[in-house]
């Protein structure tokens, strides 16, 4: 086989003078022209071209450089082979470090805030010890963990929203408000005393009967029982609010500072 058989695809036609040269990284091959030569691509990956074959290519070329314009042409050649090698070096490790990456930015989550009580699983029914049917009722103990890094303190909710006031969609019955629980708690014991402000900063502030502390549930025996939701916000400040604050107060506050968040379910509607 003749050697022009055995190269590269070599396309010829009339002579031009030097014009380009260039790398094309996607299919790895490099081009030019000179006036000594006729315009020719060289379509090559020398990554996978034997020491025979690449002799065939770079023999007009060698012999081209001893010419006219000679110095430039094996400058030419020289910078495409570096250049084509430093593609192919740096390449693969590129494509790794991107790799590395995503895969990092797909790793899943640490655990999330969790918030349990000992009185009832979540979903489960709320036993009536901690609903106001009772004379004296007290609020169920809770605990969570899983507690997010930089929490300094959490905020807790209670309230039941299957209630409808006003033809209002934010409505709910609020039943227990709670803020500046220190960042290292990791729970409150059950029959909290209705004190507005606690020895550890804990601040309780009213339910919707205008009453400080916790409100025991009380839905209506005629219809379903009610979703008594518990929620748990781990922020990362304090907030200086009056005892009185409301709801609305502790969630403005609250916005911009929330770190993680969990909710305990319980049912409950009243006996027949």
Not at 54 to 65: F, G, N, T, W, Y
Not at 139 to 162: A, G, H, M, N, Y
Not at 169 to 193: C, F, K, Q, Y
Request: glycine share 6%; charged share 20%; aromatic share 8%.
């Amino acid at each position: 086989m003749a050697p022009s058989e055995r190269s590269p695809e070599l396309r010829r036609s009339r002579r031009y003078p030097i014009a380009a040269t260039a790398i094309n990284p996607r299919d790895r091959t490099y081009c030019f022209t000179d006036s000594t030569i006729p315009p020719a691509t060289l379509k090559a990956d020398y990554s996978l071209l034997s020491c025979c074959q690449r002799s065939e290519i770079r023999a007009p070329l060698e012999k081209a450089a001893s010419k006219k314009n000679g110095f430039l042409v094996r400058f030419i050649l020289e910078f495409s082979a570096t250049a084509l090698g430093l593609i192919l070096a740096i390449g693969p490790s590129i494509a790794q470090e991107k790799g590395a990456d995503n895969k990092k930015a797909k790793a899943s989550p640490g655990p999330r805030l969790a918030l349990t009580s000992s009185a009832f699983a979540d979903g489960a029914v709320i036993p009536d010890k901690y609903s106001d049917i009772q004379p004296k009722y007290f609020s169920p103990q809770l605990e969570w963990k899983d507690v997010p890094t930089d929490t300094v303190s959490f905020v807790l909710i209670f309230e039941d929203p299957d209630v409808v006031f006003n033809k209002s969609a934010e409505s709910a019955t609020l039943h227990w408000l709670v803020w500046n629980i220190p960042g290292d708690a990791r729970g409150l014991p059950e029959n909290m005393p209705p004190t507005a402000r606690m020895p550890d900063g804990t601040i309780q502030g009213k339910n919707q009967g205008g009453v400080i502390g916790y409100r025991g549930p009380g839905a209506n025996a005629a219809g379903p029982r009610h979703h008594y939701t518990f929620v748990l916000y781990a922020l990362d400040t304090k907030f200086d609010l009056p005892l009185d604050a409301s709801r609305a107060d502790v969630i403005k506050a609250s916005n911009g500072h929330v770190l993680g968040k969990a909710v305990l379910v319980g049912r409950f509607m009243r006996p027949n």
